[in-house]
């Protein structure tokens, strides 16, 4: 503190320096606060000193000459102490309530300030919830050196460093000392804030009851469609309008009914513990829904015909409608029935997961005794706790629901509460090999609790899905068989096409053609241009496009060189596809982009440029060279050709019935989703352009057409195998990840939640991934270029 | 004086030992006949010299404690029972009888005991809920004792003993029974140790009709006690079953629909129970089917020899039997053929009867109340698919208040199962009677009552659709049908109140009060003031 009047005004606690010059020569100098003295330094005339401001007051100089007598050296002066103030934190960014990965981090961004400066950042935590309200617990963050007035940062929580666990609701919050040494540190702490860690099971549930709501929703439908079937038997113009208002008290349910499925349907199909097969019929029911809402609004819609007329017409497909309706209102019945059964084993499986982190935990501490060990352990047992409970609740609700199928009753949960309640004791008392004999007899009740939800899942789904599932393998079988038939179509059609194509090149002789030399020059240009291009690129992939480009420039010219202008012709069609790409990626100049700014790159994108536009020059050239091969074909050629296209025609016939089947099925065969279904419908139409090609005699155009058709059989049987698949607990379509690790498959990464200023960048981002997205890519690429995007914005 | 009796002292100490023990045998062999005949009355006479006697013999302390036991004092059987054994521990059917009497006295430690104003009856039940049945039992063994009684010219010389437990394992406890025997044969009373024993309604899923069962096991009372239990089983069975529907008052007697279906399933497949299968007890047959089919057989057979001899010689067969005939004897002495083309004759008539097959009849079987067992309206019973589904859709829409649609849902199934759960049309007339359809509600349940005569909640719908209707005595025989196969539905004690108060029948409606307030649990332990409790 710096004066000259000599009043002193600082926080409490601060050191003043006092340096002050006598005017008369003195052998001892003091200062005098209150009652207190505290003697300065004397140098002569200078005097010097320290003092700490504890309290307002005054301080007064006295001084001894060098008789020995003291005396006054100055009127009081003020101390005036101000109040320390706490120190002040608060969480800049995340939000008031974030949720994390079981394996994610969180950037926790702060801003803390002090009036006297800063020690140290604390974390402040609770796991909310559970079978006792746990203990607060701190952690310390960070160590503020230099004891700044000021700080402003991040620090990473980590969900499995802090021991919190999926399903767990955290409430914290951040917490800061001050370094006021006189009256002790102070501390100021943010706002509580929560922090939500992702429970893929708490989510499925959710979306289960969702769907338990859907399913509400079409129950009150089916009540309202009934009674419309019932007006619809009336007669005359008071029946008419009390069936028209009564549609439109349908029409609106429906309407609501469907909105609420999309909804649902969009989260299962993200979901990744929802199954496929779940999702197949959700979709299959919304079809089915839409199409019933149309019809019933089509009449609704109608004026035509005096009122007998137009009842008659509603009593002519309501019948059909209700009935639709019915079946699908079981259908949803049993698919919630299934899916919570599931959920139950997954809960179980979490419950033996749970077991053994608690085995391992209890082994450790007999062997270290360490006592935070023992604090663990008895979280541990509380989560087991927790979870049971849970147990036993679903299992009663199951009963309730169901009875029939599930061979386990909550005793037996309850019975392992009483296990674990043992165990607890056993720690307590420090019979450790106690407790590990009663966590062996959990481990034996949890292990037929599991067999036992299994057995019923299976039961259950034997009993509700018997016949769907047999129908659906045999239009697997049939599915399966008819995709190796158009690949072995497919197969015999290139075999045409390519006897034709080497006799058209042989024919040529182009080989002495002049035309064909300056096209095998051009190719070679390009192999140079491209494999400098290779040179110049930093990328890894624009490296490999750039190569392969350059290859089959070569190639092409080494075939042109031979006489094969067919295959020179194909090999520089493929060419140009890596080349054109090539170029793609280089024309833009943005700051994602993977090559960097600069002449090098500049000069990359030239020959990159100059190459594909070289090759598109040969492959027109090669083209206007070589008479399509289709233009050649013999007289038995064509024939086989007819043959392969009569082949086609019984394929697409056999697709045709196959597709009638699954449209009439509807929820007899629940599972064929929409997917399968719109690739079926693609099988039959590629199939049919397949036929009509191979009528025109184009052999080349037919077997595209065939692979594409194979290709939607092979993505049709994938839907229905996945839909088939025994399903050993929810997650039917991410099974992989959850094996070995449950939720496992959680990204580990670091999550950093971005602060209001940091959303610009990213937005860009976004809309230039946007527009690049909707530049025209080569079909060969389409799926590539699809996952890259899709990787950028991961 | 001092003398005398001295004198006295000697003769007894001298001379009176084997006098003494001949005598004793005398009175416990009489004792143990009277017993056999169910007579304790003249059983407690013969022994009555040695009740009181310090020292008495094994024997007599045995004989006494089987006394007691018959007269339903089991505190004092087993005590005597002890008394005997301390004497003579070896003997192992006084072990045996004991632990039943010890057995016994546990579970009834805590019974209240109720007796009919005329002291004819007693009833023993478990405070609680089993109390509402304590006025029926009253007036339903009252009747039984005036109708069957009559019938059979048996008038009780003491008061009949009737003890009501709680479940099937109680019954187990006081009875030869094994609990696996009352569940696959579907016994759930008896008549034994000269008391009736009951299986309160409240035990099984939809009841039963209990005070039938009831005047069955008294039919089984009177014939013992008549008899002096020379009756055998078939014929002891086939009365009981012909005369149980007696204490309603009629004469009529029908076989059941699904008794029928069995009976006629039997004939055309020639597999009918043989009188000697019957032998033991039916109790013991291997299932409800086969059960239910030998009661169907055995009422045929009393039937047919009502229809040739009437009750007279009924009455005199079985005092032939009480004289020591065997059944083919007393049969051949009274119908005047011998038992051999009686028999023969019996099954003539029976082929004669035709009775009718039903087909898909679901047999109305004893179901207890167990852990996880099914619900009393479970629809699992529908077997037919289809109409399962469309009742569980009704179900569905009912409780979401489309009662227009769960009709029209209840319909569908009814049209695809007929009549063949009773289940369908009573969720049907409940949500007709919502919708205020009573006239509908009473047709369609009226259709099941021809197959299913023992459905209560058809009989509660019914009440309920009468009392909209107005048709108040109606109501009430509805609701009192109800009571006799599950009298604790609270709804048709409410119900009864409102009736008997429309009525003006002050009686009735607060008979039905007080069972309310007992199945409320407001009235305490002790609606009926009982006399004793028994002792703990």
Same mark, same amino acid.
């Given at each position: ?794 | ?391 569980? %859709? +009704? $179900?569905?829409?009912?409780?979401? @208040?489309?009662?227009?649609? !769960? ?5 569908? &199934?009814? *049209? /695809? ?44 719908? %019914? +009440? $309920?659709?009468?009392?909209?209707? @107005?048709?108040?005595?109606? !109501? ?5 049908? &109800?009571? *006799? /196969? ?51």
């Amino acid at each position: 503190v710096e004066s000259t009047s000599g009043e002193i005004s600082a926080v409490k606690g601060t050191v003043v320096q006092i340096g002050a010059r006598a005017t008369i020569p003195v052998s001892k100098a003091d200062v005098r606060v209150g009652d207190e003295v505290i003697p300065l330094k004397v140098l002569g005339q200078s005097l010097e000193g320290a003092l700490s401001i504890v309290d307002s007051g005054t301080y007064q100089f006295v001084l001894t000459d060098e008789d020995g007598k003291a005396r006054v050296g100055s009127p009081p002066m003020r101390i005036q102490a101000e109040t320390d103030h706490p120190p002040r934190v608060r969480i800049v960014a995340p939000g008031p309530e974030v949720v994390v990965g079981e394996r994610g981090r969180v950037e926790v961004s702060f801003a803390a300030a002090d009036d006297f400066g800063l020690r140290d950042l604390w974390l402040v935590f609770r796991v909310e919830g559970g079978s006792e309200a746990q203990k607060e617990k701190t952690r310390l963050l960070k160590v503020l050196e230099g004891s700044p007035r000021v700080s402003e940062g991040a620090v990473t929580l980590s969900v499995f460093d802090l021991g919190w666990r999926p399903g767990e609701r955290v409430a914290y919050r951040l917490r800061v000392h001050d370094n006021d040494v006189v009256s002790g540190p102070k501390r100021g702490e943010s706002a509580v804030q929560h922090l939500k860690v992702y429970s893929p099971r708490e989510r499925y549930l959710e979306l289960l009851e969702e769907q338990k709501r859907v399913w509400d929703g079409m129950v009150h439908l089916l009540g309202e469609e009934i009674v419309l079937g019932e007006e619809a038997e009336g007669q005359g113009a008071r029946a008419l309008a009390r069936a028209e208002e009564q549609a439109r008290v349908a029409g609106t349910r429906s309407g609501e009914v469907r909105t609420r499925l999309e909804a649902v349907i969009a989260q299962v199909s993200e979901d990744r513990m929802s199954s496929e097969r779940a999702r197949s019929a959700l979709e299959g029911v919304r079809r089915r829904l839409r199409a019933r809402a149309a019809r019933a609004a089509q009449w609704l819609a109608g004026s035509v015909g005096g009122a007998a007329t137009r009842l008659q017409d509603l009593a002519s497909f309501m019948p059909r409608l209700v009935a639709g309706m019915e079946d699908d209102v079981l259908l949803l019945e049993k698919l919630y029935k299934q899916q919570k059964l599931e959920a139950l084993k997954v809960l179980t499986g979490e419950l033996l997961e749970s077991h053994r982190r608690l085995k391992d935990l209890l082994e450790t501490y007999r062997r270290t005794r360490d006592p935070e060990l023992k604090a663990e352990l008895e979280r541990e047992i509380s989560r087991l706790q927790e979870k049971l409970r849970e147990l036993r609740a679903k299992l009663a609700e199951l009963f309730d629901v169901d009875d029939e199928f599930v061979n386990l009753d909550a005793a037996k949960a309850a019975e392992m509460q009483k296990t674990l309640g043992r165990m607890r004791e056993a720690l307590r008392k420090g019979d450790l090999d106690g407790a590990l004999r009663e966590l062996e007899r959990m481990a034996k009740e949890l292990q037929s609790t599991l067999e036992g939800v299994d057995l019923s899942s299976k039961a259950f789904y034997e009993s509700a899905f018997f016949k769907s599932q047999k129908k659906m393998e045999k239009i697997l079988d049939e599915v399966h068989e008819m995709e190796g038939a158009e690949r072995e179509l497919a197969r015999e059609t290139r075999e045409v096409e390519g006897q034709a194509r080497r006799r058209v090149g042989q024919e040529l002789d182009v080989a002495k053609s002049e035309r064909a030399r300056r096209i095998q020059k051009r190719l070679e240009g390009v192999q140079r241009e491209a494999s400098e291009a290779k040179s110049l690129l930093q990328s890894r992939w624009n490296q490999e496009l750039a190569d392969r480009g350059a290859t089959r420039a070569g190639e092409a010219a080494q075939a042109l060189g031979q006489g094969d202008a067919a295959e020179a012709l194909d090999m520089a069609q493929r060419g140009l596809q890596d080349l054109q790409q090539l170029r793609e990626n280089l024309s833009r100049q943005r700051p994602w982009q993977m090559e960097p700014s600069g002449e090098r790159s500049e000069r990359a994108g030239e020959r990159a440029r100059e190459a594909a536009g070289s090759l598109e020059e040969a492959v027109r050239a090669l083209d206007r060279l070589l008479p399509r091969a289709s233009e050649r074909l013999t007289e038995a050629e064509r024939q086989r050709l007819g043959d392969l296209g009569r082949h086609q025609r019984r394929l697409r016939d056999r697709a045709g019935r196959l597709k009638r089947q699954a449209a009439e099925a509807g929820e007899e065969m629940p599972f064929f989703g929409d997917e399968a279904r719109q690739s079926l419908d693609e099988a039959h139409d590629q199939m049919g352009r397949a036929e009509a090609e191979l009528g025109r005699s184009k052999p080349r155009e037919a077997a595209s057409r065939e692979d594409q058709a194979a290709d939607a059989l092979g993505r049709v049987k994938d839907k229905l195998q996945q839909a088939l698949k025994p399903q050993g607990g929810p997650g039917g379509r991410d099974r992989g990840a959850e094996e070995g690790e449950r939720g496992g498959s959680l990204s580990r990464e670091k999550v950093k939640i971005p602060g209001a200023e940091e959303y610009r960048a990213p937005k860009e981002f976004r809309e230039d991934l946007l527009k690049a997205m909707k530049q025209a890519v080569p079909p060969p690429y389409r799926d590539l270029v699809r996952r890259y995007y899709e990787e950028l914005v991961r | 004086v001092k003398w005398v009796g001295v004198i006295s002292l000697v003769l007894w100490g001298g001379l009176a030992p084997a006098a003494q023990g001949k005598k004793v045998e005398v009175a416990v062999s009489q004792a143990r006949r009277a017993l056999e005949a169910w007579d304790v009355r003249q059983a407690a006479e013969a022994l009555a010299p040695y009740s009181a006697e310090p020292a008495r013999r094994a024997e007599v302390a045995a004989a006494l404690a089987r006394v007691a036991f018959y007269q339903g004092d089991y505190a004092r059987a087993e005590a005597l029972y002890d008394e005997a054994l301390r004497q003579e521990p070896g003997r192992v059917r006084w072990q045996a009888t004991r632990a039943l009497v010890r057995s016994t006295r546990e579970v009834t430690a805590g019974y209240q005991q109720v007796s009919s104003s005329d002291r004819r009856v007693i009833v023993r039940y478990e405070p609680g809920k089993d109390a509402v049945l304590v006025p029926l039992v009253l007036d339903a063994v009252g009747a039984a004792i005036r109708e069957i009684g009559g019938d059979l010219g048996f008038v009780p010389d003491t008061p009949v003993l009737v003890e009501i437990y709680s479940s099937p394992e109680t019954l187990a406890k006081v009875s030869p029974l094994t609990e696996r025997e009352i569940e696959t044969s579907g016994t759930i009373a008896l008549c034994k140790y000269n008391r009736l024993m009951l299986t309160s309604p409240r035990a099984l899923l939809r009841g039963y009709p209990w005070l039938d069962s009831l005047a069955h096991e008294f039919v089984h009372y009177a014939v013992t006690r008549v008899s002096q239990n020379t009756v055998p089983i078939w014929l002891h069975e086939g009365l009981a079953k012909w005369q149980e529907r007696r204490w309603r008052g009629t004469t009529e007697r029908r076989l059941q629909p699904s008794a029928e279906h069995l009976l006629a399933q039997g004939l055309r497949q020639g597999r009918l129970i043989t009188f000697e299968e019957m032998h033991p007890s039916m109790a013991k047959l291997p299932s409800q089917d086969a059960a239910a089919l030998a009661f169907a057989e055995v009422f045929t057979v009393v039937d047919y020899l009502h229809q040739r001899v009437g009750l007279s010689g009924i009455r005199r067969i079985l005092a032939l039997l009480r004289e020591g005939k065997s059944d083919a004897e007393a049969i051949s002495a009274v119908s005047r053929m011998s038992f051999a083309a009686f028999k023969g004759s019996w099954m003539r008539y029976l082929r004669r009867l035709k009775p009718r097959l039903h087909p898909g009849i679901v047999a109305e079987r004893v179901v207890f109340k167990k852990k996880g067992n099914r619900k009393p309206d479970d629809l699992r019973e529908i077997e037919m698919k289809r109409a399962r589904e469309l009742t569980h %859709l +009704g $179900e569905l829409l009912r409780q979401r @208040g489309h009662l227009r649609a !769960a009709v029209v849902e209840y319909q569908k &199934a009814l *049209r /695809l199962a007929k009549n063949r759960y009773p289940v369908i049309q009573t969720k049907l007339a409940r949500a007709l009677l919502g919708l205020r359809r009573p006239r509908e509600a009473v047709q369609a349940l009226e259709a099941t009552l021809p197959l299913y005569p023992g459905f209560p909640a058809t009989y509660t719908y %019914l +009440g $309920e659709a009468y009392q909209a209707l @107005g048709e108040t005595d109606r !109501a009430i025989g509805a609701f009192e049908e &109800a009571n *006799r /196969l599950n009298p604790f539905d609270p709804r048709v004690y409410e119900a009864l109140w409102e009736l008997h108060r429309r009525k003006q029948d002050p009686v009735g409606a607060e008979r039905a009060a007080r069972n309310l307030r007992v199945l409320r649990g407001e009235s305490g332990d002790d609606p009926w003031a009982p006399q004793t409790t028994l002792g703990r």
